[in-house]
């Protein structure tokens, strides 16, 4: 009977072993089936990123060699020499548009991923289907059509899909603290756009008036609006200016001072300024009752083809013409140097500038009738004071302490007569403006610890903590602040070589267990699959980081395809890619454990069991 039990014994040891065994540990190849070059510059996590990948690919037989290089070394690699199967950096910008021609097109300039149209050729195309996906997303008119969303859409899933030159990892967040009693406020939208809906439900420590919001923030410079440039600045002409046309936090387009624009033709844009929009009061109060109309849209628009410091942005403007107080046609041309006129899809944020008041600034022109004097008097009082259409107006400025913006009474944001409008579906998007909150103080402390200070005693209402991780511990968020985040213009990537010089990831053959894609395809695949961004965002980021999936930017929003190919962390599907590339793993079961220590294992406990068997058997006989 003890014979029995210490068999029995043998067994429950040897199962637990098993279950420990299959749940603990991912066995590697033997000996892996080949090994890639991934390279990266050091001087910050990137390096850790790659050391990270390195062991999730083992796991599938695929042996990563990790390389650190300096900047300018890596730079050199990534245009001019290439000589790597898989590389880390990231793309940063701001766009309202979705056209990524430069990165993934053949010819473009940073193009690191080695596209070629023979990749994907079309006969009936005379190209590849991406570079026409590309090439044919910016001779969509409208520029934000849905016809032309639903290109781009299609365009990421394809390039994700059949292509896969890159595994998108992580976008930054930009985090805010907030007092809680504000309510109201979303900082995706930002200020302005929250004004209308943000209330003091009561008030907080520190707090001296109920009806303003006190921000900090650097001292602003020039408020002209075609000639400023530094971020203070930016703001405050925002917020007291309007511009054509206005973009939501998701960059849908929304109708402004343009009470609607039309495409005539693809080449042809007819503008119809809004009506009952009255100018705010100059500082000498020469022009008190004046209205913004097309004059106004049409000297902005000459100005910053002529005067401004950014001219070639409006390039493509090939000719104006006023048809009458409130409308215009501008004539488009997005290539000057042939002999037709070409079409242009950025054309939308670059109507969406600043409007300048024409009546204050074009008092005297230039010996052409045309061009405005910009050394006449009115310009640069203009750098110090706004003279604009928006929601705020500036009621005092005291240098180097603060900025006081107050609630234009004769705002038309606050006119039901003109919001009304159903094609602005203005209170969904800025509020009915009924919160009390009528004044927005901007301190003036650009010393970063003096305005966490000031925020936590209760005298500043927002605060930028982007920089201060310990900040957003439970301990300063749950006691006292509430936390909203944001994402960031930028993602990372882990770029693919797909040149085929890379006898692996860039081999174009039919893969063997699956000719309707090649080696390459599937190996990218698997290792997009064999990837764990999750569990690279919590070592390396502590999880603050977003993961995303799309080759574009995550804030261009609208252009996002919702149902994009999504490569999240699968062994299972990576090993089947590595499969269909032509590399047996039959000496893996389908958890990675290796098949051929399971059968002892396994052998030797049905043997103990036939034995326990056995001797209970002869017993009872």
């Given at each position: 009977m003890k014979k029995g039990y210490s068999l029995l014994l043998v067994v429950l040891v040897l199962t637990s072993f098993c279950y420990i065994y299959l749940n603990t540990n991912t066995v590697e190849s033997k000996a892996p089936f080949f090994t890639l070059v991934f390279k990266t510059n050091g001087g910050g996590v990137r390096p850790d990123y790659g050391y990270l990948l390195r062991d999730q690919l083992a796991r599938i037989g695929i042996n990563l060699e990790v390389i650190i290089q300096d900047w300018p070394t890596f730079v050199g690699e990534l245009l001019v020499y290439r000589d790597f199967d898989i590389c880390y950096t990231d793309l940063s910008g701001r766009s309202a548009d979705p056209d990524f021609t430069g990165v993934y097109n053949e010819n473009g300039s940073l193009n690191l991923f080695g596209y070629h149209t023979s990749m994907d050729g079309d006969e009936c195309l005379g190209t590849g289907l991406n570079e026409w996906y590309m090439r044919q997303g910016n001779l969509i008119m409208p520029p934000n059509s849905e016809e032309r969303k639903q290109h781009y859409w299609a365009w990421e899933q394809y390039l994700m899909d059949k292509i896969l030159p890159l595994q998108p990892t992580f976008t930054p967040r930009t985090y805010m603290a907030y007092w809680p009693e504000l309510e109201g406020y979303n900082f995706s939208e930002g200020i302005l756009q929250s004004w209308g809906k943000m209330s003091w439900d009561t008030t907080h420590t520190g707090q001296v008036d109920s009806k303003e919001l006190v921000i900090a923030d650097a001292a602003w410079s020039d408020l002209t609006p075609i000639f400023e440039h530094d971020s203070a600045s930016d703001f405050v002409v925002k917020a007291c200016y309007d511009p054509l046309i206005w973009y939501d936090n998701d960059l849908s387009v929304w109708p402004h001072l343009a009470e609607n624009f039309t495409m005539l033709n693809d080449t042809w844009l007819r503008i119809t300024a809004r009506q009952g929009v009255k100018w705010q009061n100059d500082s000498d109060s020469l022009f008190t009752s004046e209205y913004f109309d097309i004059h106004d849209v049409y000297f902005t628009l000459y100005c910053w083809k002529y005067v401004s410091n950014d001219p070639y942005l409006y390039n493509w403007i090939a000719k104006m013409e006023i048809l009458d107080q409130w409308t215009m046609d501008i004539f488009i041309d997005g290539d000057p140097d042939t002999r037709h006129q070409d079409p242009y899809v950025d054309f939308l944020p670059a109507i969406s500038t600043i409007i300048l008041p024409e009546h204050f600034l074009n008092q005297s022109q230039l010996p052409d009738g045309k061009?405005?004097?910009?050394?006449?008097?009115?310009?640069?009082?203009?750098?110090?004071?706004?003279?604009?259409?928006?929601?705020?107006?500036?009621?005092?400025?005291?240098?180097?302490?603060?900025?006081?913006?107050?609630?234009?009474?004769?705002?038309?944001?606050?006119?039901?007569?003109?919001?009304?409008?159903?094609?602005?579906?203005?209170?969904?998007?800025?509020?009915?403006?009924?919160?009390?909150?009528?004044?927005?103080?901007?301190?003036?402390?650009?010393?970063?610890?003096?305005?966490?200070?000031?925020?936590?005693?209760?005298?500043?209402?927002?605060?930028?903590?982007?920089?201060?991780?310990?900040?957003?511990?439970?301990?300063?968020?749950?006691?006292?602040?509430?936390?909203?985040?944001?994402?960031?213009?930028?993602?990372?990537?882990?770029?693919?070589?797909?040149?085929?010089?890379?006898?692996?990831?860039?081999?174009?053959?039919?893969?063997?267990?699956?000719?309707?894609?090649?080696?390459?395809?599937?190996?990218?695949?698997?290792?997009?699959?064999?990837?764990?961004?999750?569990?690279?965002?919590?070592?390396?980021?502590?999880?603050?980081?977003?993961?995303?999936?799309?080759?574009?930017?995550?804030?261009?929003?609208?252009?996002?395809?919702?149902?994009?190919?999504?490569?999240?962390?699968?062994?299972?599907?990576?090993?089947?890619?590595?499969?269909?590339?032509?590399?047996?793993?039959?000496?893996?079961?389908?958890?990675?454990?290796?098949?051929?220590?399971?059968?002892?294992?396994?052998?030797?406990?049905?043997?103990?069991?036939?034995?326990?068997?056995?001797?209970?058997?002869?017993?009872?006989?």
């Open positions: 061009t405005p004097d910009i050394t006449h008097p009115s310009w640069i009082s203009l750098a110090t004071q706004c003279i604009g259409t928006g929601l705020f107006s500036i009621s005092n400025y005291t240098i180097s302490s603060e900025t006081t913006l107050c609630v234009n009474p004769e705002s038309w944001w606050i006119d039901p007569t003109i919001t009304d409008d159903p094609n602005l579906n203005w209170e969904s998007r800025f509020g009915d403006f009924s919160g009390g909150i009528n004044q927005l103080r901007i301190r003036i402390i650009p010393n970063e610890q003096i305005s966490l200070l000031e925020f936590e005693s209760g005298k500043i209402d927002l605060l930028d903590i982007t920089s201060l991780p310990d900040k957003r511990g439970d301990s300063f968020c749950c006691d006292y602040f509430a936390i909203q985040s944001d994402l960031t213009w930028n993602f990372g990537f882990f770029g693919y070589n797909m040149r085929e010089v890379r006898p692996v990831i860039g081999n174009r053959a039919p893969a063997p267990c699956d000719p309707s894609i090649s080696i390459g395809l599937s190996i990218r695949k698997a290792i997009s699959y064999a990837m764990n961004r999750e569990e690279m965002n919590n070592i390396v980021h502590g999880g603050e980081y977003a993961v995303v999936n799309h080759p574009i930017y995550h804030k261009l929003g609208v252009w996002c395809n919702l149902d994009i190919i999504e490569y999240n962390h699968n062994i299972q599907e990576a090993r089947k890619y590595v499969k269909i590339a032509g590399f047996d793993l039959g000496w893996l079961g389908t958890n990675g454990t290796d098949l051929s220590l399971i059968s002892v294992i396994g052998g030797m406990l049905i043997l103990c069991t036939a034995s326990i068997w056995s001797i209970k058997s002869r017993k009872r006989r």
